[in-house]
């Protein structure tokens, strides 16, 4: 297939798929006079990397363990990659949420202070 009816199928741009095998994470197709032709593997891929981005992994996260999909055909070395990755992501916003808990109790305080103030001084 040509990059047009591959990025159809697979819901990308050219410019996606080019962009992805600039960085790793698609091998470049079979060049054939002056044209890249892709097989369907390159659809799968490009749909199981929009999978993991709906993840909310990242493109480097996603070059660690997109090879692992098509080598384990039981898709346990991959999961267990993809479930620490999350896991990663899952402290990182409970430490952000524990962060923005933070400010809005402070906030909370300033806000009570300056009412406080306030009513004291509309007398």
Known sequence: MRIGEVTRKAGVTARTLRYYESVGLMPPGERK???????EATIVRLRK????????LGLDEIRGVIDLYFTDPSGVHAKRK????LRAHLADVD???AGTRALQRELQVHVARF???LAEHDR
């Open 95 to 97: 430490a952000r949420l």
């Open 49 to 56: 990397i929009d999978q993991l981005k709906a993840l909310g």
């Open 115 to 117: 009412e406080r103030w």
């Open 82 to 85: 993809v479930l620490a990755v």
């Open 33 to 39: 006079g002056g044209q890249r032709y892709y097989d």
